[in-house]
């Protein structure tokens, strides 16, 4: 009975590490690698272990850098089920559709300068058809029902409050008379955040695997943060420029526009245009006002008030090219919320390259931006970018605002650990080296925690770990 450690160990994206119980493989996630574009380049590197050998896929939650690899899994031969929370089954609908039809654009236009350079064309990462032949394979399953998904193996989603769908994984593995529980936290959410629930305490595991991302940061106080956006938006308004707000389709986008809404008056929001500029925004949304028996107390609340959400009279979802381009032309009174997060692709990108060099406009950074991506070059004060081929000044006011992130900061990081009765091994993943090892160092003296960080092909027997 061992635990192998292939993607997200020493990194944040990229989640995916390799269970073996008995003559059993199972994956706990299978995501992309994302980031610059030689990060990305990884993706189509060979898995460690042969496709067609794994016998099932746990799945933590939606997000790509957790999901985004399966479609590959699917392509190279994986043949078995796959499991995850209902909701992140429809989620996953709307988000690898696309990614596929992301992936295939992209690599058409790298065929079109690889050709002008004389070079060999290079294969999509995979098709829609491996997309829907990888819906097809998911299972979904309530929150805190045990489910049997291998001789041996039985599984338990608790509600990670992360994004909507998003699980902590409780896998119990039987091996002989060998009995281990692991708990996989996947990615956990801040506490008291809009829509969603808490992280779920879990009270027993003998090993577990806590994400790290922001280990090392203490998030701003989510309610400044809020009047930190709130000012912005007022201030802004003097300016006569527009507002771009990058944000993840999932999760993100349904955050901001429930603030937006909550905000309307306060904010002045009367004034302004607010775009949602994504058709997979527009359709995940709609996919979370479809779940509301997983919403917390306060966004019940404000559902059965108006009966819809968000409740934004100005608010325009922009599905078509054609619609999406006229929102260039505007030149004050919008606020667009558009993908993708780390501006990597997407029409936040259109956007930024018409706003950037404007000193009247701004750009509000609301979630993580990962090394290389073109998000972080703004986070980090770059004067100038390239986008699309093209230097583009920055001129916006760029304003990051730490307290919405969609993950724990490390108090709450350390909340959510302390939640379980013994102090089970615990092993750092999905962080930058430097977040995890000060959420290391913190655990090990506040709590005394037996922790390590995760190494890239490391393995772990759990049969040693003492139950
Ligand atoms: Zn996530």
């Excluded at 794994?54 to 957790?66: G, M, Q, R």
């Excluded at 904010?267 to 006002?289: C, G």
């Excluded at 306060?298 to 078509?320: D, F, G, Q, V, W």
Aim: hydrophobic residues 40%; proline residues 3%; glycine residues 8%.
């Amino acid at each position: 009975m061992k635990l192998e450690f292939f993607g997200a160990a020493g990194e944040v994206t990229g989640s995916c590490h390799i269970l073996h119980v008995g003559p059993y493989k199972l994956l706990l996630d299978c995501g992309m690698i994302q980031g610059s574009r030689k990060d990305e380049d990884r993706n189509h590197d060979e898995f460690p272990f042969a496709a067609d050998q794994i016998d099932a896929v746990v799945l933590s939650h939606t997000h790509l850098d957790h999901s985004g690899r399966l479609p590959l899994l699917v392509k190279r031969g994986f043949n078995g089920p796959i499991y995850a929370q209902n909701a992140t089954k429809d989620l996953c609908r709307v988000l690898l559709l696309d990614a596929a039809d992301l992936n295939e654009r992209d690599t058409e236009a790298e065929n079109r300068r690889r050709l002008r350079k004389g070079l060999l064309t290079i294969e999509p990462l995979y098709l829609r058809e491996h997309v829907k032949q990888t819906l097809a394979k998911i299972n979904g399953f309530a929150y805190r029902k045990r489910e049997e998904i291998l001789p041996g193996v039985s599984i338990r989603f608790h509600d990670a409050g992360h994004i909507m769908g998003s699980a902590i994984v409780e896998v119990t593995l039987s091996e002989g008379t060998l009995q281990r529980t692991l708990v996989f936290s996947g990615d956990l959410g801040q506490y008291d955040t809009p829509i969603l629930h808490d992280p779920s305490v879990v009270e027993d595991a003998d090993v577990v695997l806590m994400e790290s991302t922001y280990g090392g940061r203490a998030h701003r106080d989510r309610n400044s943060t809020i009047r930190e956006i709130g000012d912005i938006i007022k201030n802004a308004a003097h300016e006569h420029g527009n507002i771009l707000i990058p944000a993840f389709a999932i999760g993100r986008s349904q955050d901001i526009l429930y603030m937006l809404g909550k905000h309307y008056k306060q904010w002045k929001l009367e004034n302004w245009r607010v775009f949602l500029d994504s058709p997979m925004a527009i359709e995940v949304s709609k996919i979370y006002w479809d779940y509301p028996h997983l919403y917390d107390e306060e966004a019940t609340k404000l559902r059965r008030r108006i009966n819809e959400m968000p409740e934004l009279a100005n608010l325009h979802l922009t599905r078509t090219v054609q619609e999406s381009r006229v929102i260039n032309r505007l030149k004050s009174g919008a606020i667009v919320i558009a993908g993708s997060g780390m501006c990597n692709g997407g029409r936040i990108v259109h956007h930024l390259k018409h706003n950037l060099w404007r000193r009247e406009c701004h750009v509000i950074i609301v979630g993580y931006q990962a090394r290389g991506s073109l998000g972080r070059q703004l986070v980090d004060g770059r004067r100038h970018v390239r986008i699309r081929g093209e230097t583009i000044k920055v001129a916006a006011k760029i304003h990051t605002v730490g307290g919405l992130s969609a993950h724990g900061d490390q108090q709450d990081l350390c909340r959510w650990y302390g939640g379980f009765n013994n102090r089970p091994r615990l092993i750092l993943v999905h962080g930058e080296t430097a977040s995890a090892r000060a959420l290391a160092t913190k655990l090990e003296r506040d709590l005394r925690a037996p922790v390590s960080v995760a190494r890239p092909g490391q393995t772990v027997d759990l049969a040693r770990i003492a139950h």
